[in-house]
T-cell receptor, first 112, second 113 residues
Framework: AQKVTQAQTEISVVEKEDVTLDCVYE???????LFWYKQPPSGELVFLIR??????QNEISGRYSWNFQKSTSSFNFTITASQVVDSAVYFC?????????FGSGTKLNVKP | DTGVSQDPRHKITKRGQNVTFRCDPI?????LYWYRQTLGQGPEFLTY????????KSRLLSDRFSAERPKGSFSTLEIQRTEQGDSAMYLC???????????FGAGSRLTVL
């Protein structure tokens, strides 16, 4: 069974639109960590944010915000006022102990 | 700190040949991971080292694959008798504290003809 599900394969928006990337995870552990990574066309995975299972406080960083809800096992990522430079593949990941599981990614296309 | 380095960045080989990839993690990171990524997919776990010990190896890793991390520093991933299905991006990542996530290298792209 998939530990991390990103149901949206590809999303296209026009610049300045808001967009939310969904992530649903599955774990039996009480202690775990959730992450988002960005993979631009250049290919290198870039860390964006981490969250531990005990901290459900939402976080905002500039145009980026994250919504963590344990009740629905979701860790969604919203980009406000999207820009062309946001075009990339975004991966959600779950860490249990030393293991990291990645979703299949959501490709975001931001058109000018 | 120069990040995680991988070499070579690209490798084209003929089926049946052996290839070796090298990863130099961030110097103070004691944990090292190898992942494989194919087009349109997320990274798939291959193997994990803590210092020089290989603690976990994926079922995906056939006997043709072997990884080492001598002295807990750099790591190598060797693929023997390559097959076309081995064509992928091989990613190395390192970490010091697991709750900080992984720092990835730029990857080594393998094309098997």
């Amino acid at each position: 069974a998939q530990k991390v599900t990103q149901a949206q394969t590809e999303i296209s928006v026009v610049e300045k639109e808001d967009v939310t990337l969904d992530c649903v995870y599955e774990t039996r552990d009480t202690t775990y960590y959730l992450f988002w990574y960005k993979q631009p066309p250049s290919g290198e995975l870039v860390f964006l944010i981490r969250r531990n299972s005990f901290d459900e406080q939402n976080e905002i960083s500039g145009r980026y915000s994250w919504n963590f809800q344990k009740s629905t096992s979701s860790f969604n990522f919203t980009i406000t006022a999207s820009q062309v430079v946001d075009s990339a593949v975004y991966f959600c990941a779950l860490s249990e102990a030393y293991e990291f599981y990645f979703g299949s990614g959501t490709k975001l296309n931001v058109k000018p | 700190d120069t990040g995680v380095s991988q070499d070579p960045r690209h490798k084209i080989t003929k089926r049946g040949q052996n290839v070796t990839f090298r990863c130099d993690p961030i110097s103070e990171h004691n944990r090292l991971y190898w992942y494989r990524q194919t087009l349109g997919q997320g990274p798939e776990f291959l193997t994990y080292f803590q210092n020089e010990a290989q603690l976990e190896k994926s079922r995906l890793l056939s006997d043709r694959f072997s990884a080492e991390r001598p002295k807990g520093s750099f790591s190598t991933l060797e693929i023997q008798r390559t097959e076309q299905g081995d064509s992928a991006m091989y990613l190395c990542a390192s970490s010091l504290y697991l709750d900080r996530g992984l720092t990835f290298g730029a990857g080594s792209r393998l094309t098997v003809l």
